[in-house]
């Protein structure tokens, strides 16, 4: 069994930056598929940013490449989002995901870009 914990969100200006941490346990993220997915108010779960489980490849959604960078440290087994040049429309919450023989979903956290 997979458990994932973020952290990390916050409140933010327009062009501010945070980070977000996923903190993994039961399993190393190095033998994992890692990813950041988002879902905003009245909108469905989308695809942010994923790292493979050798951390050499990553895969951005449009709308966040060149912003955001995904990665991993595998001795502390978290996964990190940087999210730069923040925009509104980056409001949601944020969910770590891991794929492992099956998808695992961390509890979300808030980012709110405020213009």
């Known amino acids: 069994q997979v458990q994932l914990v973020e952290s990390g969100g916050g409140l933010v200006q327009a062009g501010g930056s945070l980070r977000l941490s996923c903190a993994a346990s039961g399993r190393t993220v190095s033998s994992m598929v890692m990813g950041w997915y988002r879902q905003a108010p009245g909108k469905d779960r989308e695809f942010v940013a994923t790292?493979?489980?050798?951390?050499?490849?990553?895969y951005y959604a449009d709308s966040v490449k060149g912003r955001f960078t995904i990665s991993r440290d595998n001795a502390k087994n978290t996964v990190y989002l940087q999210m730069n040049t923040l925009k509104p429309d980056d409001t949601a919450i944020y969910y770590c995901?891991?794929?492992?023989?099956?998808?695992?979903w961390g509890q979300g956290t808030q980012v709110t870009v405020s213009s």
């Open positions: 995901n891991a794929v492992a023989g099956g998808h695992y």
């Open positions: 790292i493979t489980w050798s951390g050499g490849t990553t």
